[in-house]
């Protein structure tokens, strides 16, 4: 018997169950998805296979992993023996998951020890870390490293290396790569997909992301509030869906659909006086520079994107924009206007920036209302448009009672994006504001900013990391790295013929989500 | 997409919670007390009378429930008529020395630069400076009295209240509706008394109950070191000197005033921790 079984797998939590009865099959070397939104409980599902449960919620159910069956009522000392040799789990943030203090070599020695359930010999031992870590392609001085000395994909690998030191039959990776940057993310995911097949290994991989498992998965569970919705083979699913949550699902996710380039209502591009030129604009934080000339045209009623990874300069630029953050040198020029460093040189009227957290960039102790109508008040428009605010990022006129905490990430956006609108702004800068929402609520968000843009002719400047979304809603692209801009030009241009090595690395990453199921067609058995 | 939103929407549940057994007794405590501070003046106007005729007597006596001291003065009528002296400084002090806290901290938080440096100065002098020997001194070359003590303690006590609201405004001041409300070009009051202090509210209740609590401490033994509340006045602190000598004739003058000083500070800090925790619950979801 080899393989993993799940029957009847529930989560029992303070309030009634939270995960209602789960069956599933895993043959060796094929990997299952489960996919759902936050709060689905997907999490919860696979951290009562490994009996890391939080307090007050247990499982029931039967699992069998290879010829071991589980007891998941088991106390921890009992857990030890099955975690790492039978099960183990790949967490999603390798920033915080691996020791700081420790280094690399020891941490994957130490699930090694554990396995051998003795203290091997010194030699041994090494030999051994080598070779793991040479099976997720990392050079061996990387076990004398430190964490931080190691790039995000790189701990990820380490994480991997340790999660497969002591041979495990089924490895968990919960959202593995939703903490690294783009290009990280498709080789992570295929560095696991070859190791799992070089070893027969059973994965379950949980994600919210449905362009990383198209491809890389052979089945697929999709949950809602605890319930499976939808199961079956991934490429049928996914081509066919059933249930409309999984059909919400697959239109909400920018790398699913085939772009439907913005009907370039291009308002009147008049190259001569674009609404917005930055040149040269150079920014130190201390020794560092983060920003190096950087240089950006936005024509009124255009979406202009900015892509950048983390550490690019992309929010540094937005920020120098914006006024909250004064450049060291360069000129920004707005409808003409040049402006200087700083907020003082700008009025509401001219710019909004909508940011990325939704959950602190409203005061937690004003109303809806109240926070709307000191926006509006700035503007010197009546407190009475409340109601029209909340109407055009599509929310009911009764949210202006609430306070944000009883409001939903998607929903705070929209009211972060009603009182942007409120002094009736020019441009309004996006920075990353839907990186942090759920890929249903992302499209929403996105379908709202397009028809802003068409209803009120009003500019975008769009910063994010990831393309797919980009390309879902920009007329041009600007590709920033090291602070630099590499390439910048329409959307399609950028996007079809890319000149900068970075930016093909980029699109091909963006575009590898979506092609992948051809090189791989997985067939139900 | 309306049917995504409905699809997609979680119910989120709200858990109120009942005030402990604890808490309830700390709030009577203070409902007795402010009773006192209140009504006690009226009720015992001349709780300084003296009886030298009588002299003292052991408590239980009759017409004299807690006794009377060397002076043939009514235990029970000075500790009634004693709780405005004993309280009311201290509530002083802590909301004296609070808006010090809020005016210069949330300067020194928001605005930055030379302000910050010369605020945070100040304090670090007066962080270095002992309170009780700097009252005492003060008091001795000033000739003392209730009210300069009042301010000499407020001025002691705004160090830590500047500090800690600094601290919070930092906090708040690098999040991103503050940042939200600059793009809307909203003056530096409305950013900083508008938006911002609702968010350091707890810190600053908090720490306003908390000092009542020190406060009461450092008056009390301020007038038992016979600076703070000038002799013939009722006050619990001036009891405790008072009656230091009669401990054994009549303990009940010691031991009352002393208990009801750490009654009444303990229920302070309860009220103020409870009152605290609720307070960041607002603005908190679930």
């Known amino acids: 018997m080899s393989g993993v079984e799940i029957a009847g797998l529930t989560v029992i939590g303070h309030d009634g169950p939270m995960v209602k009865p789960i069956d599933a099959a895993i043959a060796p070397g094929r990997t299952l998805a489960i996919i759902g939104e936050s709060g689905s409980g997907k999490t919860l599902t696979a951290k009562s296979l490994v009996g890391l449960l939080p307090r007050g919620f247990r499982a029931e159910g039967t699992v069998r992993i290879g010829e071991r069956t589980l007891d998941l009522d088991a106390a921890q000392p009992a857990w030890r023996a099955v975690r790492g040799g039978t099960v183990t789990l790949l967490l999603q943030d390798p920033f915080t998951s691996l020791s700081p203090v420790h280094r690399c070599g020891d941490q994957i020695g130490w699930t090694l020890d554990a396995a051998a359930g003795r203290r091997l010999p010194r030699a041994e031992r090494d030999r051994m870390v080598a070779e793991r870590l040479a099976e997720v392609k990392l050079p061996e001085h990387v076990a004398r490293s430190f964490p931080h000395q190691l790039s995000g994909g790189m701990r990820q690998r380490v994480a991997i290396a340790a999660a497969l030191a002591a041979d495990p039959q089924l490895i968990i990776a919960d959202e593995p790569t939703t903490a690294l940057d783009a290009s990280n993310q498709a080789e992570i995911l295929d560095l696991l997909r070859t190791v799992q097949r070089a070893r027969s290994l059973c994965v379950i991989l949980i994600s919210h992301d449905l362009g990383m498992v198209r491809g890389r998965t052979d089945d697929v569970l999709v949950m809602r509030h605890g319930d499976v919705v939808e199961r079956g083979a991934t490429a049928t699913v996914l081509a066919d869906p059933q249930h409309p949550y999984t059909r919400a699902l697959i239109e909400a996710d920018p790398t699913m659909t085939i772009s439907p380039q913005p009907a370039a209502v291009s308002a009147p591009r008049d190259e001569a006086s674009p609404l917005l030129r930055a040149t040269g604009v150079d920014k130190h934080f201390g020794d560092r520079q983060v920003l190096d000339g950087v240089a950006l045209d936005i024509a009124p009623g255009q979406i202009a994107g900015v892509v950048g990874e983390s550490g690019s300069g992309k929010s540094t630029f937005a920020r120098c924009i914006a006024g909250l953050e004064s450049e060291d040198a360069g000129s920004i020029v707005f409808d003409g206007v040049p402006l200087a460093p700083g907020r003082r040189s700008r009025t509401p009227e001219q710019m909004q920036i909508v940011f990325q957290d939704p959950y602190s960039s409203l005061n937690p102790m004003m109303s809806i209302g109240a926070i709307l109508r000191e926006a509006l008040r700035v503007a010197q428009r009546p407190a009475t448009e409340v109601a029209e605010l909340l109407e055009t990022v599509g929310l009911p006129a009764e949210f202006a009672r609430k306070r944000p905490a009883e409001l939903s990430g998607g929903q705070r956006q929209r009211v972060a994006i009603a009182r942007a609108l409120a002094p009736r702004p020019r441009l309004l800068i996006c920075d990353e504001s839907v990186s942090a929402l759920d890929v249903s609520v992302q499209a929403q968000i996105l379908a709202l900013l397009m028809r802003l843009r068409d209803e009120l002719g009003i500019a975008i400047l769009f910063i994010s990391h990831d393309l797919a979304v980009v390309r879902m809603l920009a007329d041009t692209v600007t590709v920033l790295w090291n602070g630099r801009v590499v390439e910048t030009g329409t959307c399609a241009q950028v996007l079809t013929e890319p000149r900068h090595e970075y930016t093909a690395l980029l699109v091909a990453a963006a575009n590898r989500e979506n092609t992948a199921p051809t090189l791989d067609s997985p067939k139900k058995d | ?286």
């Not at chain 2, 239980?60 to 000075?78: F, N």
């Not at chain 2, 009210?147 to 830590?160: A, E, M």
């Not at chain 2, 991103?176 to 202090?197: C, K, N, Q, T």
């Not at chain 2, 000038?230 to 000197?241: E, H, I, M, S, Y």
Request: with cysteine; glycine share 10%; net charge positive.
């Open chain 2, 1 to 286: 997409m309306t049917a995504a939103i409905d699809l997609l929407s979680t119910p989120t549940r709200r858990r109120r919670r009942r005030p402990s057994a604890t808490v309830i007794f700390a709030f009577a405590v203070l409902a007795v007390a402010a009773f006192a501070v209140v009504f006690g003046g009226v009720l015992y106007p001349d709780a300084m009378r003296q009886d030298i005729l009588s002299g003292l007597l052991p408590a239980g006596s009759p017409g004299h429930p807690l006794g009377t001291d060397e002076l043939g003065r009514d235990v029970w009528a000075m500790t009634v008529a004693g709780a405005a002296s004993a309280l009311i400084g201290p509530v002083c002090v802590a909301v004296g020395s609070m808006i010090l806290g809020i005016v210069l901290g949330t300067h020194a938080g928001y605005e930055r630069g030379w302000l910050d440096v010369v605020i945070s100065r100040w304090t670090d002098l007066l962080l270095a400076l002992p309170v009780l020997l700097a009252a005492i001194v003060v008091s001795g070359v000033f000739g003392g009295g209730y009210w300069v003590t009042v301010v000499l303690l407020i001025l002691l006590f705004s160090p830590s209240d500047i500090r800690i609201v600094r601290a919070g405004v930092l906090e708040q001041s690098a999040r991103p509706y503050i940042e939200a409300a600059r793009m809307l070009s909203l003056s530096r009051w409305r950013v900083m008394f508008r938006h911002i202090l609702p968010n350091v509210s707890t810190l600053v209740l908090t720490n306003v109950m908390l000092n009542v609590a020190f406060a009461l401490v450092a008056f009390s033994s301020l007038s038992f070191l016979g600076v703070g509340v000038p002799p013939g006045t009722p006050d619990w602190g001036r009891q405790l000197t008072d009656n230091r000598a009669i401990m054994f004739d009549n303990p009940a003058a010691v031991i009352v005033p002393a208990v009801l000083i750490i009654l009444v500070a303990s229920a302070v800090n309860l009220v103020g921790d409870w009152a605290g925790q609720r307070l960041s619950q607002v603005g908190k979801a679930l």
